[in-house]
């Protein structure tokens, strides 16, 4: 994927929280070999200093990071949290979560093409976590955004691509922008699933940090991304209501039933 | 003066934020702040005053999905 001019090294896009341990998050960058890794911000102790040592490891990954808003309901804390980001990580990309539901984890499309505006105009490349809707889709883009990132399902659910009907929509009307599916992806199939729909990557955190085996998941999840985007590439073919025989029927032996 | 830090209270004697972190034992760390819910640039943070009873909150990385 290409988004902001940068080439991203794949187009899988991975969470560093809800791991067990630093050394499984380290073990599973490494496996999943991620084009970035998401990051966040919290209040720091002086007496604890964590964020300090997280950082090290983080930095040692050698992975781009694309720090996020997580957690902020109004315009205000996502843009002021988006300039404590730029400072901490010396970068100007910023996952921008606005959330409006707390059952959902559901943006709030109004604020999040506000905060969009506010921060792209202040510098910053914004990657907004969004739904398949299309009108807020075009808001975004107006606003500066040079990339979408449509929830799969809702965050933490596991439940995959839950509207196909309306990410199709959104990639067929949109066919240059760069699209993530962020949030919602559970399974490898659910990542393959979203390359053959035309996605350009994915972005998926608990599904490797809650597996049995992250490592091994992570390592999955890579090449499913592989998987789907070949199968992409390489067309798939069109559906159909009625079976069609594979096996050629011409010269075929009368027998009795 | 008394402030809020991270929405705890803290008695610190200096009123100028760089020295106020400093003397919270933040040193060099890779921190960013806001006063009263507005970011304040590390480079702003020699003359920047607080006021008694402002809230602070000094951030730093976490992880994040």
């Not at chain 1, 914004?126 to 809707?133: M, Q, R, S």
Request: charge should be negative; charged fraction near 20%; include cysteine.
């Amino acid at each position: 994927m290409r988004a902001y001019g940068h080439d991203f090294a794949s187009p899988l896009l991975l969470g560093t929280a809800l791991y067990d341990s630093p050394a499984v998050l380290a073990d599973s960058v490494r496996a999943g070999q991620p084009g970035a890794v998401t990051v966040s911000l919290r209040r720091e102790s002086a007496g604890q200093l964590a964020g300090q040592a997280f950082w090290t490891l983080v930095r040692d990954l050698g992975v781009p990071v694309l720090p996020n808003t997580a957690g902020c309901h109004g315009v205000r804390e996502a843009v002021t949290t988006a300039q404590m980001a730029r400072e901490v990580f010396g970068t100007n990309w910023i996952k921008l979560e606005v959330i409006g539901s707390g059952d959902l984890l559901q943006p709030d499309l109004f604020g999040l093409v506000e905060a969009a505006r506010l921060l792209t105009e202040d510098g910053f490349q914004v990657f907004p976590y969004t739904t398949e809707d299309l009108v807020a889709a075009e808001r975004l883009l107006r606003a500066g955004c040079e990339v979408l990132m449509p929830w799969g399902a809702p965050i933490g659910s596991g439940r995959g691509l839950n509207n196909l009907f309306g990410l199709r929509a959104l990639r067929a009307h949109f066919p240059e922008i760069p699209m993530v599916i962020d949030a919602g992806i559970g399974r490898p199939s659910h990542v393959a699933a979203a390359f053959e729909m035309g996605f350009d990557a994915v972005l998926l955190n608990t599904a490797v940090a809650k597996a049995g085996d992250p490592v091994a998941m992570a390592r999955a999840f890579r090449l499913a991304c592989e998987v789907g985007r070949l199968g992409f590439e390489a067309g798939p073919m069109p559906e159909r209501d009625m079976a069609v025989p594979s096996t050629p029927t011409l010269g075929r032996a009368m027998l009795d039933a | 003066m008394e402030i809020l830090v991270n929405d705890e209270r803290r008695d610190v004697r200096s009123g100028v934020l760089a020295d106020v972190l400093a003397e919270l034992g933040f040193g060099s760390a890779r921190i960013a702040t806001a006063v009263d819910g507005a970011f304040v640039p590390a480079s702003a943070r020699e003359n920047f005053r607080l006021e008694p009873g402002c809230r602070l909150e000094i951030v730093a990385p976490m992880q994040g999905g």
